[in-house]
């Protein structure tokens, strides 16, 4: 996979190695090792002294998306990246993420883990794509901290798995923070474990996550989706899953937990399969088997 307009790239690694930072006025990026040495402050941020990753700090706000990809070239490879994005105070931030793999059949092991800091009314939209070949290992592990008022949409979505994906998402919310996440997956030839907490720790705290995966040839998926409610709140989970092979299982296990009278939290769960009435309208069009079956499939992965 070659890379387009490199030079839109803000933070490009490869394997171990960093090919650009590319650092613009009022945002602070660096490697996280390096950041660690420069600011002490970070280090309450991170589980210990990190080994690779990418730090962000966004000091004043900006007019341009920040775009951070990090892939895997090398067969056998094994990341371990600890990464942190700080945004301050009353600013709007873009953000798009990719990580994958570069070629097929190297087998790599891609672990992530960090967090997302959103200081007070300062809003964040957060685009997360990964890309794998069926023979790699992916592990991710974020958290995401929002201050009074902040705001985040976040949208992770994962077309192209790999042999084992585990994706663990924390979301901590203070007063009148929000949050809008959604999460897809499409899942062929992979064992996927996901799992997501929403925790509303304070009075105005609102939340909504949504999950949509799809359980292509021999893929074994399952989610684990809970709002905990510590404070007059609002969450809601939405979680829908579509079996399309019979070698495949998908499980579906949210759960609510109110510690607030004056909370409200909601969840609705589903997993069904294809229509056949709109399959055999699109084969009344002229499509395909399969490309009837792709069409749905794209329906059914896009959030709204």
Not at 62 to 81: A, H
Not at 167 to 190: H, P, R, Y
Not at 194 to 217: N, P, Y
Request: glycine share 6%.
């Amino acid at each position: 996979m070659v890379m387009k307009n490199v030079k839109s790239v803000n933070y490009w690694q490869i394997d171990h190695i960093i090919k650009q930072i590319s650092e613009k006025k009022g945002v602070v990026i660096l490697p996280s090792p390096e950041a660690w040495g420069k600011f002490g402050w970070v280090k309450k941020y991170f589980l210990d002294k990190p080994k690779e990753g990418c730090f962000i700090w966004v000091k004043k706000q900006i007019d341009f998306p920040l775009f951070v990809r990090v892939s895997i070239g090398t067969k056998k490879i094994q990341q371990e990246l600890q990464n942190l994005l700080i945004v301050e105070k009353n600013l709007k931030i873009s953000l798009q993420g990719a990580c994958n793999s570069l070629k097929k059949n190297l087998c790599g092991i891609h672990k992530a883990q960090g967090k997302i800091i959103l200081k007070e009314d300062s809003a964040l939209k957060y685009n997360h794509s990964h890309s794998w070949d069926q023979k790699d290992i992916v592990e991710s592990n974020y958290e995401f901290i929002l201050e009074k008022n902040a705001k985040l949409d976040y949208t992770y979505k994962n077309l192209f798995t790999p042999k084992k994906l585990k994706i663990n998402t924390l979301l901590n919310l203070f007063e009148g923070a929000s949050c809008d996440v959604k999460i897809t997956v499409n899942g062929v030839q992979t064992k996927a474990e996901i799992q997501d907490t929403l925790v509303l720790r304070e009075k105005g705290a609102s939340g909504i996550i949504k999950l949509r995966l799809v359980g292509g040839k021999k893929s074994d998926i399952s989610a684990h989706s809970q709002i905990l409610a510590v404070a007059q709140s609002r969450g809601h989970l939405d979680c829908q899953g579509l079996l399309v092979d019979e070698d495949s299982k998908i499980s579906l296990t949210p759960r609510l937990i109110c510690q607030n009278k004056n909370a409200q939290i909601t969840h609705e769960a589903s997993i069904g399969k294809i229509s056949e009435d709109e399959l055999n309208y699109l084969r009344m069009r002229g499509l395909t088997q399969n490309e009837a079956i792709k069409l749905i499939l794209t329906g059914f992965l896009e959030i709204k």
